[in-house]
């Protein structure tokens, strides 16, 4: 059961924003760190051949989720996604024997919300926050 809610977090770490919202205020960079309110946290990263497919490797699991079997996931990557919009990415997450399909939608600067699909009916969408030490070079001071 723990192993399951595990993948489902890993499924759904980021929230689903408004596309419409998202592409009005152009592109944003999702290079860093982003955690929930649970303290699970990913890195996101651009990444593939063109540089615009996304990547996420999950760096923290917290609560009942981190039991030893989903700890073995922490550092590597679980997610690949590729542009389907302005600040929007379609793709999959997997942990383990478990696999969802997933939506990675920026909302703002600071925010992203992952939908995280099993089965196309079983959905759930969470949202995290950019960890404030990773904030992108663009907006370094």
Not at 58 to 67: D, K, Y
Not at 77 to 103: C, E, F, I, P, Y
Not at 106 to 117: F, L, S, Y
């Amino acid at each position: 059961m723990h192993f399951a809610k595990a993948a489902l977090a890993v499924a759904f770490l980021v929230t689903v924003g408004s596309p419409s919202f998202a592409h009005a205020i152009g592109p944003l960079n999702p290079n860093g760190s982003f955690v929930d309110s649970y303290g699970t946290s990913f890195r996101l990263t651009l990444c593939g051949k063109t540089g615009t497919d996304l990547c996420g490797v999950l760096t923290n699991l917290e609560g009942r989720s981190a039991t030893p079997e989903n700890l073995t996931f922490v550092g590597r990557q679980v997610m690949h996604a590729t542009r389907s919009a302005a600040n929007q990415w379609k793709g999959s997450l997997s942990v383990g024997n478990t696999n969802a399909d997933a939506t990675v939608t920026m909302v703002d600067a600071d925010t992203v919300e992952i939908q995280g699909c099993r089965a196309a009916i079983l959905c759930e969408t969470l949202t995290y926050k950019r960890a404030p030490h990773t904030l992108p070079a663009a907006y370094a001071p």
